[in-house]
Nanobody
Framework: QVQLVESGGGLVQPGGSLRLSCAAS????????MSWYRQAPGKQRELVAM???????NYADSVKGRFTISRDNAKNTVWLQMNSLKPEDTAIYYC???????????????WGQGTQVTVSS
């Protein structure tokens, strides 16, 4: 089995910063892309940032220039540095990995349990 565990969420004032972490563990053969999604109340889950195993990145327009995704392939860990936070960034943030387990022949998506980020004064 594979587990993804996020940490680093919390309450922050507008303009502040937070850094989310996500560590993948278990019977991992290989990890392709690692991503961060978020879901605000009453809204659909949306992609925030993605980083492929080779280092290429993709960001939602709403976070470009404010959020930075990074990863350590050796540690199976991905981070999301969030700066200049706005109230509209309030959501549950989920980590996702496109991972192949040792016992399985194909890659599939795995998800963490989510971490709450609240931006409010």
């Amino acid at each position: 089995q594979v587990q993804l565990v996020e940490s680093g969420g919390g309450l922050v004032q507008p303009g502040g910063s937070l850094r989310l972490s996500c560590a993948a563990s278990g019977s991992i053969f290989s990890i392709n892309a690692m991503s961060w999604y978020r879901q605000a109340p009453g809204k659909q889950r949306e992609l925030v940032a993605m980083m492929a195993s080779g280092g290429s990145t993709n960001y939602a327009d709403s976070v470009k220039g404010r959020f930075t995704i990074s990863r350590d392939n050796a540690k199976n860990t991905v981070w999301l540095q969030m700066n200049s936070l706005k109230p509209e960034d309030t959501a549950i943030y989920y980590c996702s990995g496109f991972i192949r387990e040792r016992r399985l022949p194909a890659f599939r998506d795995y998800w963490g349990q989510g971490t709450q980020v609240t931006v409010s004064s």
